[in-house]
């Protein structure tokens, strides 16, 4: 890092609730990157009652560029996320929640490097290993990595691949940060989602892809989207597809992929679980 005068590149950023088996791994995966800028460490603990508050606590007064951020009651994963990314004060911003941890100590200078020569993309990512909660089997790992681009018009059919909350690092600018006063951000389910849809959209700019293997995502219990039942998984999912149709505007083009997307992944989901005429109206807020 360089001298505590200069002023802070990267802002990691942090949510964590309970997390007391994982966030060591976490903090230890922030603290091993090696990198020519500064960076800030910032933690939203929501209250854990586990032990998680103290390992950060820990951490901390070793560590002056950690700051855990004390909630006066648990807000949330949403609430909890606005916090810690308006207290963000980088050029750029590099996110991994709690439970999850970073494996190459060159991730944030290789990711920083690209998008200070790339000023076409408001977010670099990379490849990402999946994980058990004990770290004992390796659920999905891609062998052939390739790097990948994404703009708006992917994003709205869930064109994502490897684009993962603990591989993402975007520009901490007014347009994009301004997501986080939207009202209708708090009714957002896969908040990350969104924060791409978003950045994309208000900038015209891309995602990239690196081709390298950084981290690790884990799926366990306690996570916010492992093991979710098939059936809660799909409303949630159908409930921020109907969100996308209303914030944002879309060309004609675009119109016509939203549709098709909708009949071949929810539209049969909606008959068989909810009513015809919730896919209806779904329908017709895309037509319109």
């Given at each position: ?73 648990n807000l949330g994963p949403t609430q909890n996320m606005i916090r810690v990314a ?20 060159l991730k944030l200078q290789k990711q920083i490097d690209f998008l200070e020569n ?171």
């Open positions: 890092m360089k001298s505590p005068d200069e002023p802070i590149m990267v802002s990691i950023f942090c949510i964590t609730y309970n997390h007391s088996k994982f966030i060591t791994k976490a903090i230890e995966g922030f603290l091993m990157q090696q990198c020519n800028f500064n960076i800030e460490i910032i933690i939203g603990d929501d209250c854990s009652n586990d032990g998680t508050t103290q390992i950060i606590d820990e951490y901390a007064a070793k560590y002056p560029h950690i700051k855990r951020l004390i909630a006066p009651h308006l207290a963000a004060k980088g050029k750029y911003v590099a996110t991994c929640d709690g439970d999850d941890y970073w494996t190459d100590p790339n000023p076409e993309y408001v977010i670099c990512t990379h490849y990402t290993r999946k994980v058990n909660a004990d770290d004992t089997e390796v659920t999905y790992l891609n062998f052939n990595p390739k790097p990948l681009s994404y703009s708006f018009n992917d994003l709205i059919i869930n064109k994502q691949d490897h684009t993962s909350t603990v591989s993402l690092i975007y520009r901490n600018i007014e347009e994009v940060r301004n997501i986080y006063s939207q009202d209708w951000f708090m009714k957002v389910n896969a908040c990350d989602k969104f924060l791409k849809l978003y950045s994309t959209w208000v900038t015209g700019k891309k995602i990239y892809v690196l081709p390298e293997t950084m981290s690790c995502y884990r799926r366990h219990v306690g996570g916010i989207w492992s093991l979710i039942p098939y059936i809660s998984l799909r409303r949630k999912q159908i409930s921020d597809f109907n969100l996308l149709i209303k914030v944002f505007s879309y060309t004609p083009t675009q119109k016509a992929r939203l549709l098709r997307f909708y009949l071949k992944r929810y539209f049969m989901f909606d008959l068989k679980y909810s009513k015809l005429s919730n896919a209806l109206t779904t329908i017709k807020a895309i037509i319109n």
